[in-house]
């Protein structure tokens, strides 16, 4: 079984720049699983924020940026603010019809 | 605009079987894409449960594949998700998903529906 994984928790300060990570436990994180990323406050359902590794879903600002970074997918956040107070989910396909969600990174502004 | 909208009972009782609705409206069902469910139990993460495409492909999730049946209604516009003898470990949101075969990301959501089981 794929198991996918994120960082439980991060903090960042306001103006500052956080990277959240997305990995295997077994193996390498390539484009070839095609990472996104997914914003979600509580009470709502997530939101997009990139998909294909790299690539921002409309209406997403720039200071969200994806990319591979050595062997996971990665998610930058730059010039932080207090509405980036999220969990962030990444969503990996694994092959053959399957896709797999990490156990998200409960981030922190402050 | 796409927009989706889970409807079904908030409640159902240990070992029977839950049922949900996904109306979609400003798009097609029949014009492609795959649509599925996610479900996120209290507190916890999400899980994707199961995808279906108009031209008949299915994916389900391994650990849910025996209980879980997907269905696609393109006339009417909705799809449905049936999930059998159910066990307080389903109690969850259920949200529905449109997702794109090419960059396989889960691009429009549904607002979710929170369902519990009861013993």
């Known amino acids: 079984q794929t198991v996918v994984t994120q960082e439980p928790s991060l903090s960042v300060s306001p103006g500052g720049t956080v990277t959240l990570t997305c990995g295997l436990t077994?193996?390498?994180?390539?484009?070839?699983?095609?990472p996104s990323w997914y914003q979600q406050t509580p009470g709502q359902a997530p939101r997009t924020l990139i998909y294909?590794?790299?690539t921002r879903s409309s209406g997403v600002p720039d200071r969200f940026s994806g990319s591979i970074l050595g062997n996971k997918a990665a998610l930058t956040i730059t010039r932080a603010q207090a509405d980036d107070e999220s969990d962030y989910y990444c969503?990996?396909?694994?092959?053959?019809?399957?896709?797999?969600f990490g156990g998200g990174t409960k981030l922190t502004v402050l | 605009q796409v927009q989706l909208q889970e409807s079904g009972p908030g409640l159902v009782k240990s070992s029977e079987t839950l049922s949900l609705t996904c109306v979609v409206s400003?798009?097609?069902?029949?014009?492609?894409?795959?649509w599925g469910w996610v479900r996120q139990p209290p507190g916890k993460g999400l899980e994707w449960i199961g995808s279906?495409?108009?031209?008949?492909?299915?994916y389900d999730n391994a650990s849910l594949k025996s209980r879980v049946s997907i269905s696609l209604d393109s006339p009417r516009e909705f799809f449905s998700l049936t999930l059998k003898s159910v066990t307080a470990a389903d109690t969850a949101v259920y949200f529905c998903?449109?997702?794109?075969?090419?960059?396989?990301?889960?691009?429009?959501w549904g607002q979710g529906i929170q369902v519990t089981v009861s013993s």
């Open positions: 279906r495409s108009p031209s008949g492909s299915t």
């Open positions: 400003g798009f097609s069902i029949s014009s492609g894409f795959y």
């Open positions: 998903v449109r997702h794109r075969s090419g960059s396989k990301n889960f691009d429009c």
């Open positions: 077994s193996g390498s994180v390539s484009t070839a699983f095609y």
């Open positions: 294909t590794t790299n």
């Open positions: 969503l990996l396909y694994v092959g053959r019809g399957s896709w797999v």
